[in-house]
């Protein structure tokens, strides 16, 4: 017989029945013709699971219920399946108040109701929207819940119904190597909510710290902004433990924001193609002449929007004829990067990765520092300032000098420094200052012009800067003695990884290995106290990816640019010659780049790390940098398909675009709150880009190119 009491029993929490068991258990009678009604529901305070919280709330369910009464005899548990969640609730019905038990069927997606006397318990099951009434504050609050709107988070709601305590470990898969670390504790009938990351699968692992035992070990690709409910139970069946974890909302898709936005931005670029067609058609001249200060380290400009199809092999000159493709190049770099400064639109591969692994925020540095080679093979041979005979001039010398200061300066600045004390000296533009004088030096006192080479013609590119290879490599011999030779205390030598929980937390305070260890020496506190890895890997030791050792392999990538740049100016009398030393070199770096990180993202003799600007990651770079550089001279200098716009205009003012984008990234109209979703922060994101190369052609239009001499 049913007793009265049974209202506040709390059944055991596991899903264990399919909805068939749920709508027709065994031994009932159920009315299925009962007109659909909806009781208020009012729940009181729960004093059985969740003594801690008590609060008052109703709501009225407009879904339709099924209805009957239970036989005598008959157990609650024919009607409330284990695995639901259970707490007391009182029903106001138009004859009067009744107190019953509420259960929430995670595998349903239903809530159960048991009410009325002991002689006659009704039974109600409401097909209601879980997520709309788990958002609820009161639910929330209920299934120990703290609301996080985060779209890179997942709500994970724990619950257990074992007598002894659980702890719960968790990973995300993008942790290489890493310590599971203690997300939460559960007592009995105890729950709690974790947000867990949804950019990788998760591992989520319980043990009942009783005996040690492992639960489960569920590994979860959760959805952005997605509910889920993890219950782990004893089965009665055979009484051991187990979990499972169940869906209530996932169905947000969260890469449908960026599908639409490339295709409006291809439909975009196409219109801009077929209005500029139709606007040049008509002998507007506002393309056509520009001024000397954007000439001045890569040669004439001609008309930007000139015919060029089938330009014959003899008036090819690299004083007569700009390449387009660097501009292009250097302005698809700099949209990039404004971009993802931007934000990205929230999503993970448009920020830098917190290790090992490449994203699309990955390869701007590295190729506007290739650019930098190609410029500086441009500028100076096409200035004759490289001669056999003599040394060069001073002026040549100075602007080199002057250039790298003030870039270095600029970057000091920008690093937006309020306390002396931990100002950042590293940063890109440092990075990028002193990997362009390094070269551009090397190149004034130990290249020789091409033309002058009279052993090894077909490689003279190679055989004109003899010297300066050497040079590189004895860099090179440097960089991988400091890296796999250099002790460095309570670390092992040769040590590549993040420290942290990496290496099951073995090396915590290892960031970086030698990389990391050189930079605290020299610039103590004046690092980067953020670094990408310091969420991931639960670092906190400061480290700098702009810092000593990764700069010398940045001048390595500034050199591989060099010798793009000087096929340019070599080989001057046709495209064919061209393609295939930039094609032998894309293929080299790239395979060699390839080989020492083995092909996988964390794996091989040097891992693929922008973090640390590894051997692997430079020469991968690199190698794609010549087959991006192939591809756009193709479309825009050899078959003239495309003029390059509209990112050409931002290679042709990149100085203005960065300090600018920089400077105001974070007041409108660049910048402006918006809720945490991918389409709004999107649209913000891409709208801010466009705003800057709509700057960036006025610029051109008014004839403004600022360089910094």
Not at 247 to 255: A, C, E, L, R, V
Not at 294 to 308: K, P, Q, S, Y
């Amino acid at each position: 017989m049913l007793k009265t009491d049974v209202v506040f029993f709390i059944l055991h929490c596991i899903l264990s029945c399919y909805c068939q068991q749920l709508l027709h258990p065994q031994n009932s009678n159920v009315d299925d013709n009962v007109k659909c009604t909806s009781p208020d529901i009012n729940i009181e305070i729960g004093n059985y699971l969740y003594p801690q919280i008590g609060f008052n709330t109703s709501f009225q369910s407009n879904h339709c219920f099924k209805k009957g009464h239970v036989n005598p005899g008959d157990g609650v548990d024919d009607w409330i399946i284990p695995g639901d969640m259970v707490w007391n609730v009182t029903i106001n019905l138009e004859n009067g108040a009744s107190t019953g038990i509420i259960g929430l069927s995670f595998r349903t997606k239903s809530l159960i109701l048991v009410y009325g006397d002991a002689d006659n318990p009704q039974i109600a099951i409401f097909t209601t929207d879980l997520w709309s009434m788990m958002n609820s504050f009161p639910f929330q609050s209920r299934f120990g819940m703290s609301y996080n709107d985060s779209i890179d988070f997942a709500h994970v709601s724990l619950h257990s119904t074992l007598p002894s305590k659980v702890a719960l470990y968790g990973k995300s898969a993008e942790c290489y190597n890493c310590k599971e670390e203690n997300i939460a504790n559960l007592q009995y009938k105890h729950n709690t909510t974790v947000y867990i990351d949804t950019n990788f699968p998760y591992l989520i692992t319980a043990i009942n710290t009783t005996d040690k035992s492992v639960i489960c070990s569920k590994q979860f690709q959760y959805v952005k902004n997605g509910l889920y409910v993890m219950v782990i139970f004893q089965n009665g069946s055979n009484g051991n433990s187990s979990c499972n974890i169940y869906s209530i909302h996932d169905s947000y898709y969260s890469q449908l924001p960026i599908i639409i936005g490339a295709v409006i931005l291809a439909v975009a670029l196409l219109l801009w193609q077929l209005i500029y067609y139709l606007y040049r058609n008509r002998s507007c001249s506002a393309y056509h002449s520009t001024e000397s200060l954007i000439t001045e380290d890569l040669g004439n400009i001609n008309d930007i929007d000139r015919r060029l199809a089938r330009v014959s092999e003899e008036s090819i000159h690299p004083l007569a004829q700009r390449i387009y493709a660097v501009d292009a190049f250097r302005g698809l770099c700099i949209t990039i990067m404004i971009f993802v400064n931007s934000g990205g639109g929230g999503y993970w591969y448009f920020r830098s990765t917190p290790w090992n692994g490449l994203t699309f925020a990955d390869l701007i540095l590295p190729w506007f520092i290739f650019i930098v080679g190609i410029c500086i093979a441009l500028s100076f041979y096409n200035h004759r300032y490289i001669t056999a005979s003599r040394l060069p001039p001073s002026s040549a010398v100075l602007k080199v000098l002057s250039r790298s200061v003030i870039l270095f300066l600029i970057g000091l600045f920008l690093n937006d420094g309020v306390n002396l004390s931990t100002w950042r000296i590293p940063g890109n533009l440092q990075k990028v200052a002193i990997s362009y004088i390094v070269v551009s030096l090397s190149v004034l006192y130990l290249a020789k012009p091409p033309d002058t080479i009279t052993n090894l013609r077909a490689i003279r590119e190679i055989v004109c800067i003899w010297k300066i290879w050497i040079g590189m490599i004895g860099l090179l011999s440097i960089y991988l003695s400091l890296i796999f030779a250099l002790p460095v205390p309570g670390c092992p030598t040769g040590y590549f990884g993040p420290g942290g929980l990496s290496d099951d937390a073995n090396h915590y305070n290892c960031t970086g290995g030698a990389t990391g260890y050189i930079d605290r020496f020299i610039f103590g506190n004046h690092l980067d106290a953020n670094p990408s890895c310091k969420v991931l890997y639960r670092t906190h030791m400061p480290f700098d990816s702009e810092g000593c050792l990764s700069t010398l392999t940045s001048i390595l990538t500034c050199f591989m640019g060099l010798q793009a740049g000087l096929i340019i100016t070599t080989y001057n009398k046709g495209h064919k010659e061209r393609f295939k030393r930039w094609l032998f070199w894309g293929v080299l770096w790239v395979a060699t780049g390839v080989a020492l990180c083995g092909g996988k993202q964390n794996m091989g003799f040097i891992p693929l790390n922008r973090n640390l600007w590894s051997l692997s990651y430079i020469t991968l770079l690199s190698g794609l940098a010549y087959f991006v550089l192939m591809m756009l001279y193709l479309l825009i200098d050899v078959m003239s398909w495309w003029h390059g716009n509209p990112i050409i205009y931002g290679g042709f003012n990149s100085i203005v675009l960065y300090c600018g984008h920089i400077v105001l990234r974070n007041y409108f109209p660049f910048y402006w709150l918006t809720n945490n979703t991918h389409s709004e922060q999107l649209f913000r994101d891409l709208m801010a880009t466009s705003l800057w190369l709509l700057i960036a052609f006025y610029l051109y239009y008014k004839r403004v190119f600022v360089t910094i001499h």
